[in-house]
């Protein structure tokens, strides 16, 4: 104990480095959570997060039992979550890759510039974006095929058109970490496996493909802890808010958001927020328990 | 990557002859540009096209009337543009040099041999990653408790510190910082703090170029925050603009109650295409502008590692 006094005095400058950035993370991040205890309340915003009254599971019950709700928006938030990872890291692995292969440097760099552009487009600004191509009456896509398909008010498109703003938003930028990854590999690999007779594809699958393992087991642990979690902007802005689309579009978040604005049942609002961080915690633990099982190296903790 | 590595490897794919294998492979990654950049392009077409032939011939790549009234009708939110101009500006410059600060020091911090506290400060930054209050907590704890409203800081401290930043400093410090650089600087006798400011901070400049440019990207493009705090028009930022622009134009879409006068003065019309995408142009541009300076960074200062120290 008085070995870590001596340390942590020895290297009190590290603390004092280290203390504005904890003083934000304990303010904006762990304060917060002790609102989790909502869930368990009768809110009132006169008497606090700890004077109001205190109703046991009875949100929770009634969180149940408006099952639809409930469950469209779990079924909807965990499915485009799957989707999401699923599409987005091949894709962001297959673009890496390819851009790394192009013998056309300048071409292949140009290219990576303009992919890279749809990321910094806000959602409030692509919602436009989407509008001039879906619109029934002035959509391009509408325009061009000589329809009149009301996209805004059929649930059933939603997935596929989310998935593709998803994938022209994120898919250039994703792709970045990975072509850190490649351009880490050593070369002398490639050149012995060239010199052994290995053709490209061989090259790729032995040698690129494995490199990228340990980076896409990171990236896909950081975001088990967020299944439940999803990007609002999406919903919220992509979709209108569009009560008549919510069958496929509401998710937890965008519900949460729309209860926050219209600061009614903070209560249920409070319960299902809390299901949201719990379930994502133990995701996280138990994927990062069987990670390190496989492959102690790849885990993150 | 050393310098050396990357030209063997220039060296490598230039000594290949081009096959069609190339040229196929070029065609996908050339038509996955377009995929890219072409919801883009529209955007700049439609602000500079007719807001009637829009009405009336729908969006087009190629249409056939130009106009600058788009332009023009951005121009009219004159001062509250302006103002809601400024404040994204401010959050931006100011919420990235802060976290850039305060983040890479604590990156610092914990990646010092020796130091016992950097396991229990590593795990402090791993938690908010697994566990959070979400939104609505967050919402009221910032509202009562801090009794934060309508206050800016509500739309920079949100944003300032990101556990996926720190690892990417923190990694950045670990890979690509010589140890015993640092240790030489000991030796001669700077101090912690020296040290840190003038050996690794500007030893760190790639990655703090890419990742202060995404922040930057993460302010300027934060519209939820705003939406939830904001409601003072002298404190609206660009994206708060954006939707209320989007809210009024549903309002008197959805709404039969407007005077016929009002309906007359905006031309029978409510200015809702080109006049929606130049106003998209204002609130993008500065990005795209500023965005090829960084970019070069973007592959060597962004790469990950685990957390554990």
New interface residues.
């Given amino acids: 104990m008085k ?2 006094f001596h ?2 005095w020895k ?1 009190r ?3 004092v ?2 203390l ?3 003083l ?2 304990l ?10 205890v ?1 869930a368990f309340e009768k ?1 009132d ?1 006169s008497k ?2 700890f004077g109001s009254e205190w109703v046991g599971l009875a949100n929770f019950e009634f969180l149940i039992k408006s099952k639809n709700t409930f469950l469209t928006m779990t079924r909807n938030t965990v499915l485009y979550y799957l989707l999401f990872t699923a599409v987005g890291t091949f894709l962001n692995i297959v ?1 890496a890759i ?2 790394d ?5 300048r ?2 760099k140009t ?1 990576q ?13 692509v ?3 989407v509008f ?2 879906i ?1 029934s ?4 896509i ?2 061009t095929l000589g329809t009149n398909i009301r996209f805004y008010s059929k649930a059933d498109y939603w997935p596929w058109i989310l998935l593709i703003v998803k994938v ?1 938003k994120d ?2 930028y994703g792709s ?2 990975y ?3 490649l ?2 590999i ?3 690999l ?2 012995a496996a060239d010199i052994d007779g290995a053709n ?1 594809w061989q090259q790729i699958r032995h040698i690129t493909v494995p490199s990228l393992i340990p ?1 896409v087991t ?2 896909l642990l ?1 975001s088990v ?1 967020n299944v439940m979690r999803s990007d ?2 999406l919903f919220y ?1 992509v979709t ?1 808010n569009n009560g008549a689309l919510y069958n496929t579009t509401q998710v937890i ?1 965008s519900y ?2 729309n ?3 219209k600061s009614s049942n ?1 209560g249920y ?2 319960a299902a ?2 299901f ?2 719990v379930v ?2 133990l995701l ?2 138990f994927a990062n328990f069987t990670v390190r099982k496989i492959e102690p190296e ?4 | ?1 050393t310098v050396n ?1 990357k030209q ?3 060296r ?3 000594g ?1 002859k ?1 096959g069609l ?2 040229i196929i ?2 065609l ?3 038509l ?2 377009v ?3 072409a ?2 392009l ?2 700049f077409i ?1 602000a500079f096209a007719d807001e009637m032939y ?2 009336q ?5 190629f249409p056939q009337v130009w106009s600058m009234n788009g332009m023009d009708s951005v121009l009219r939110y004159g001062n509250q543009l302006v103002q809601s101009y400024l404040v994204t500006i401010f959050v931006t410059v100011v919420g990235t040099l802060l976290g850039l ?3 890479s ?2 990156a ?3 990646s ?1 041999h ?5 396991k229990f ?1 590593s ?20 509202t ?3 009794g934060l409203k309508d206050n800016l800081l509500l739309l920079i ?2 944003l ?2 990101t556990t ?1 930043n ?1 690892i990417i400093l923190r990694t950045y410090i670990a890979n690509s910082i010589p140890g015993e650089l640092m240790e030489a600087a000991t030796i001669d006798g700077a ?3 020296r040290t ?1 400011f003038q050996i690794t901070l500007p030893l760190l400049k790639p990655s703090l170029a890419a990742v202060g440019f995404m922040m930057a ?1 993460a302010y ?5 925050n705003a ?2 705090y904001i409601t003072s028009n002298n404190k609206k930022p660009l ?1 708060l603009l ?2 209320n622009i ?1 809210k009024s134009i ?1 309002f008197l879409l959805n709404n039969n109650n407007v005077p016929a006068a009002a309906r007359a003065a905006m031309g029978n019309t409510i200015p809702q ?1 080109s006049s ?2 130049a106003t ?1 142009i204002v ?2 541009a500065p ?2 502008v500023i ?2 300076f960084f ?1 070069k960074y ?3 200062g ?7 120290g």
């Fill in positions: 070995g870590f340390n942590t290297h400058a590290h603390v480095m280290a504005p950035a904890f934000v993370l303010f904006i991040m762990y304060v917060p959570m002790s609102g989790l909502l809110f915003y606090g997060i673009v390819s851009i292969q192009l013998a056309f440097k071409m292949a290219m510039t303009l992919m890279i552009i749809p990321v910094f487009i806000s959602y409030a600004a919602q436009f974006i001039a191509f619109d009456r002035t959509g391009l509408n325009n022209w898919t250039g970045v970490l072509m850190s990854v351009a880490g050593d070369t002398s490639y050149e490209k980076m990171v990236m950081l802890g609002t902007g802005q209108r978040d949460i958001l209860q926050i604005l903070f609002t409070a927020s809390f949201q961080s994502g915690l996280m633990l790849n885990a993150l903790f | 990557m590595a063997a490897k220039v490598f794919n230039s290949k081009i294998g190339q492979l070029l996908c990654v050339l996955f540009t995929f890219c950049a919801p883009v529209l955007v439609s829009i009405n011939h729908g969006f087009s790549f600060l305060i983040m020091m604590y610092y911090s914990i010092r020796g130091f016992m506290l950097s400060l795990v402090f930054l791993l938690i908010p990653m697994l566990f959070n209050g979400g939104q609505l907590a967050g919402y009221i704890v910032f009562s408790w801090y401290l949100p300032c510190v996926m720190v101090g912690n703090y840190f990207t300027w493009n934060d519209w939820q939406l939830l994206q954006l939707i989007q549903e295409y929606t995408m998209v609130v993008i990005i795209m965005y090829p970019q973007f592959v060597k962004l790469t990950v590692g685990s957390v554990k």
